[in-house]
């Protein structure tokens, strides 16, 4: 199971570096963009996603 995450660990930072490169950017950059905004906006927009399924729900409980 630990090289299971070992391995895991190494594709993502790969990922990041190849990503970062072809952005013209650093590692660290990339690292910062990914944590400090994307993560943040995906979580907004699921929350977002998540209130608008409970808006339908009980708007279909409340035709029932």
Same mark, same amino acid.
């Given at each position: ?11 993502? &930072? ?5 990503? %970062?490169?072809? =952005?013209?950017?650093?590692? #660290? ?13 995906v979580t &907004? ?5 998540? %209130?608008?399924? =409970?808006?339908?729900?009980? #708007? ?5």
């Amino acid at each position: 199971m630990r090289d299971l995450g070992i391995a895991m660990y190494t594709a993502c &930072v790969d990922f990041m570096i190849r990503a %970062a490169a072809l =952005a013209g950017a650093t590692y #660290r950059d990339a690292n910062a963009f990914l944590f400090f905004v994307l993560w943040p906006v995906v979580t &907004v927009v699921l929350l977002g996603v998540v %209130a608008w399924q =409970a808006v339908v729900l009980r #708007r279909l409980e409340r035709r029932r």
